[in-house]
């Protein structure tokens, strides 16, 4: 079955330690990017992979990296999390960028800093 | 840059009524557009999407959505509402031309479906 898997699904965390969040696709896809889901505010992208080894910051990277060693993954480190990185988290991928490109989503990961 | 807005936070219909969603977007070259859906604790999935082929796009559990680029819109509209449908609903655009970002998310549209 196509899909993206992450985990964990729920993780509660304090503050200063480091975390990291994998997201794993079996479609062969190119491109793969991380959102957090915040109230009000929709998906706002973090960081995004073109292809392996090369990654980019999206619209609210600081806090996070990711790497892209490998196509199928994709993981979201948090070095030292702090309460605002709260959040609901989604990986997507896509067989490639641009028009008419839609984007296959993981389940996501809760996430809870104290 | 490209933008979307999607002009209602949350809507609430009856069951078997019609269901109206807002999409307003903003994109500098040809855009795609997409509906995604996002029921209580799951997922994103994908509901309908824009390809610049026919402009009335019908997609999932009878929902449709209408392209109009006189008017920057896209809403998504359903002859009947089910109970089933009550979810979260994010407009998405997409712009080939415009850095590398291919997704751009409404801040999203909570329906709610009342027995």
């Known amino acids: 079955e196509a899909q993206v898997t992450q985990n964990p699904r729920y993780l509660i965390t304090v503050t200063g330690k480091k975390l990291t969040v994998t997201c794993s696709q079996n479609m062969n896809h190119e491109y793969m990017s991380w959102y957090r889901q915040d109230p009000g505010l929709g998906l706002r992208q973090i960081y995004y992979?073109?292809?392996?080894?090369?990654?980019d910051k999206g619209d609210v990277p600081e806090g996070y990296k990711v790497s892209r060693k490998e196509k199928r993954n994709f993981p979201l480190i948090l070095e030292s999390p702090s309460p605002n990185q709260t959040s609901l988290y989604f990986c997507a991928s896509s067989p490639q960028t641009g028009v008419n490109t839609e984007a296959f989503f993981g389940q996501g990961t809760r996430l809870t800093v104290v | 840059a490209q933008s979307v807005t999607q002009l209602d936070s949350h809507v609430s219909v009856s069951e078997g009524t019609p269901v109206l969603l807002r999409c307003n977007y903003s994109s500098s070259y040809s855009p795609s557009l997409f509906w995604y859906v996002q029921h209580p604790n799951k997922g994103l999935q994908l509901l309908l999407k824009y390809t610049s082929a026919a402009t009335l796009v019908k997609g999932i559990n009878g929902f449709e959505a209408e392209f109009k680029k006189s008017e920057t819109s896209f809403h998504l509209t359903k002859p009947s509402a089910h109970m089933s449908d009550a979810a979260e609903y994010f407009c998405v655009v997409s712009d080939l031309y415009v850095g590398n970002t291919p997704l751009v998310f409404g801040k999203g549209t909570r329906l709610s479906v009342i027995a």
């Open positions: 992979s073109m292809n392996v080894e090369v990654t």
